[in-house]
């Protein structure tokens, strides 16, 4: 039976015109997370599956790919629990990683700790557009930062980033996860539920306030908690600005909202607008949940329109790094959505900007070996000079070479004969 050619189901081949867009976007985000004074790292593709299902991952813990013990750790007649079999997994975010990259190193490293971090992760996710059982993810973290400075160099730095990729009239979506148990503790919520309440919640932009209403209450959750809880985002709907959101709630939430949450989301949107550089919204949404149960202060997302989704987010997980540990180190980091980005470019017929000259030399394939000499120096000196050169032998059907070539980019082509 002849070996199958096409890739496993939820991976893609990259073809070199998606190769080169997604070279040109790496080097953008590199060069601008650079200009913010964030230090490219690298971790491992796996991590011991102990640290990626210590319940802190949400709902990605039950997309692990898990690798099984090699060798005479492997005795499947004896293995009685998964725990007998695996010991690795694929790593599904680079945020854990990152935790136990910076508790085993951080008497090696500065403080507070600007960390860049671009690589592959895996889910055993449905395939769907835009989603991958493989993706890119580029990630920056801030560690060891307790102040909202840190929120305010991660949306800044990020948002640089997406304008300088070309795009304009996103929304950057921002929340509290304080701000989001003190409304469910004025509606009456006990805490153990506010898991299960937010976890409803954030299909809101879904099914919409009826269908949260209805899921709710199929929970058995009191109709008045229900009620009086809704009616708090009915009257948020017209409060996008931030500040004008936290001030609604804490006058309406009272003792339940910190002032100190107040006072930190004011700072950061008062900060963010008054040096924003791209266009962009920076949003209040009092909807915004974030899947990760590591979060512990401000959350926030971009949101795209031309996607109608979500193309990256972050937060504060100040307790993560405490796991490792046992001392808690403030954290917070931001995630682009780099395969959705990708995505948007190569729909939208993205021309990489002051690329190089792409020359391409066609070769006789009679053409001596000494005058090639001549042609293989005349292609390093235009090397030399910006040119992207490729030196291929002439096919019999020169027309459609030229076209095949054209296709990828090459606009001037140099014939070589042995005349």
Do not use: H
Not at 14 to 36: G, H, Q, W
Not at 134 to 143: A, K, P, S
Not at 181 to 207: C, N, P, Q, R, W
């Amino acid at each position: 039976m002849a070996l199958s050619k096409k890739p496993v189901n939820g991976m893609k081949d990259i073809l070199p015109a998606e190769m080169e867009i997604r070279d040109y976007v790496t080097r953008v985000i590199k060069d601008t997370y650079r200009s913010f004074g964030f230090t490219p790292i690298e971790t491992p593709c796996m991590e011991n599956i102990a640290n990626l299902s210590n319940k802190q991952g949400g709902e990605n813990e039950k997309l692990i790919f898990k690798v099984l013990k090699r060798g005479e750790k492997l005795n499947l007649e004896t293995a009685k629990e998964e725990a007998d079999v695996v010991d690795f997994g694929m790593r599904y975010d680079l945020t854990v990683p990152l935790a136990r990259f910076y508790s085993n190193n951080a008497n090696n490293l500065p403080s507070p700790f600007k960390a860049l971090q671009m690589g592959s992760v895996w889910r055993a996710d449905r395939p769907q557009r835009g989603r991958y059982r493989q993706f890119t993810q580029c990630d920056i973290d801030i560690l060891g930062e307790p102040s909202n400075l840190a929120e305010i160099e991660l949306i800044t730095a990020t948002t640089t980033t997406i304008g300088r990729l070309g795009f304009k009239n996103f929304e950057i979506r921002i929340n509290e996860r304080r701000i989001l148990k003190a409304m469910a503790a004025y509606s009456g919520f006990s805490e153990a539920e506010y898991d299960s309440v937010f976890i409803t919640l954030d299909k809101m932009d879904k099914i919409g306030v009826e269908g949260v209403a209805a899921e709710l209450a199929e929970n058995g959750y009191a109709q008045e908690s229900i009620d009086k809880y809704l009616n708090l985002f009915e009257l948020l709907n017209d409060k996008k600005d931030v500040r004008a959101g936290v001030e609604f709630l804490k006058d309406t939430l009272g003792e339940y909202l910190d002032e100190e949450v107040v006072t930190n989301m004011t700072e950061i949107a008062d900060a963010v607008n008054a040096t924003k550089g791209a266009e962009f919204t920076l949003v209040f949404d009092p909807t915004l949940v974030r899947g990760m149960s590591y979060y512990t202060g401000t959350i926030f997302e971009i949101a795209m329109p031309e996607l109608g989704a979500a193309c990256g987010g972050g937060g504060r997980y100040d307790k993560m790094i405490g796991k490792f540990t046992g001392q808690d180190v403030p954290a917070c980091g931001f995630s682009i959505g780099f395969e959705r980005i990708i995505l948007l470019l190569m729909e939208s017929g993205f021309q990489i900007p002051e690329s190089p000259k792409k020359v391409a030399y066609l070769v006789e394939k009679k053409y001596p070996a000494e005058k090639l000499v001549d042609v293989m120096k005349q292609a390093s000196d235009a090397r030399a000079n910006g040119q992207q050169v490729l030196v291929v032998r002439m096919n019999k059907n020169k027309k459609f070479q030229k076209e095949q070539l054209n296709e990828q980019g090459y606009e001037e082509f140099v014939e070589f004969f042995n005349r």
